[in-house]
């Protein structure tokens, strides 16, 4: 019983100490690249260095807390393992502020190249290859959006100077004044709400400057709601009276974003030949087919690869070739609704002639690629 007893202990334990792990944040590196990849709000500092701020879906730059701060505890976390970071290398550091909470740090080490040594006054040194980049991402509890700090420094130690200073702080003030004033006439109403990009591109891109003591430069939004061109490929089976046709989907995709993050709308324009099978005059077993061209309008939001549920794409398409007797000239087909699995979708839709003449009511199933 005791010998029960004591590895329940020690599980319990282990177990609390799996679960204090959890909640420490370990940074992830695909949010500060995804962010690298898009123009921001610039600041020249001292000595070459400069400040890039990269923005989402935050109405304001930083998190409303004292930068000093939140520097602060960014060294308290860099000195504890400041003696194994290669400072000869052009490191990366990522380093999520959690106000209230617990932080993270992630090093990534340089890549060590063909190293070169100097020789200044009899000391010989390593050549630093390129400039250090520290990301930093203040969080405040309830914040929504994102805005990512990324300081491109000599030194890493270059940042210790804004420890005592409010250069920073002066600059967010100045930039979320900025926003304030001019933004406002800069964002597109759509449907009476405010749009902005998404998928961490910068809704604001702008050049800082520190001049005679004070904050100066120019704020530009950007409003691009572009969000890919594609084409995609399905495989289909459906019914069409009594025959059950298979069928080929060609598109040609055209996607915008929507207001809210992961909202989008696509457009596409697609060619798809129907495959009808029945006995010819002879006897034997031939293949008819007929093409229609079509355009969709679909509109998304979220991911549901991985779930069922509804979606909403409406098309119509038009028999511009056929073969055979089993559909009708000027025959139109049109789709609306749906219920989507990852790639698989199931659709209701209706084939009928003129107006609304013979119609016949039929049922898709589709696997596609690409969308």
């Not at 959890?22 to 590196?29: A, D, G, I, L, P």
């Not at 549901?304 to 549920?309: D, H, I, K, Y």
Request: proline share 3%.
């Amino acid at each position: 019983m005791k010998r029960v007893m004591l590895l329940c202990a020690v599980f319990a334990v282990c177990l609390k100490d799996a679960a204090a792990q959890k909640t420490y944040w370990e940074v992830s590196s695909n949010m500060f690249n995804n962010a690298e990849q898009r123009k921001g709000i610039n600041l020249e500092l001292a000595g070459g260095n400069k400040l890039i701020v990269y923005t989402n879906n935050a109405l304001t730059v930083g998190n409303g807390m004292d930068f000093r701060v939140i520097l602060n505890a960014f060294f308290l976390n860099y000195d504890v393992i400041r003696d194994s970071v290669n400072e000869s290398l052009s490191n990366k550091l990522h380093f999520f502020y959690n106000a209230g909470g617990k932080n993270g740090l992630t090093v990534i080490p340089g890549r060590a190249w063909q190293q070169q040594y100097v020789v200044v006054d009899g000391k010989p040194s390593i050549m630093k290859q390129g400039k250090d980049t520290v990301n930093i991402y203040p969080r405040n509890a309830g914040q929504q959006g994102v805005s990512v700090f990324s300081f491109i420094v000599n030194r890493i130690e270059d940042l210790r100077t804004y420890l005592t200073v409010n250069t920073i702080n002066d600059f967010i003030e100045a930039v979320n004044k900025d926003i304030g004033a001019e933004g406002k006439s800069y964002k597109p109403v759509v449907r009476g709400r405010n749009f902005y990009t998404t998928d961490f591109q910068s809704r604001f891109t702008g050049t800082y400057a520190i001049k005679n003591g004070a904050v100066e430069g120019t704020l530009q939004p950007v409003v691009s709601r572009i969000k890919n061109i594609s084409v995609s490929v399905a495989a289909s089976l459906q019914n069409f009276k009594s025959y059950m046709t298979p069928s080929f989907n060609t598109s040609f995709d055209f996607y915008l974003k929507g207001i809210q993050k992961d909202e989008y709308v696509r457009f596409s324009a697609y060619w798809e030949p129907l495959f009808l099978f029945d006995k010819n005059a002879a006897g034997k077993l031939e293949t008819f087919r007929s093409d229609f061209v079509g355009i969709a309008y679909e509109y998304r939001r979220g991911s549901s690869n991985n779930r069922l549920g509804f979606y909403a794409p409406i098309s119509i398409a038009y028999l511009v070739r056929r073969r055979g007797d089993f559909f009708e000239k000027n025959t139109f087909n049109f789709g609306i609704g749906g219920i989507k699995y990852g790639a698989m979708t199931l659709r209701p839709s209706m084939y009928f002639d003129g107006l609304l003449k013979n119609v016949s009511p039929s049922v898709q199933v589709s696997v596609s690629w690409g969308r």
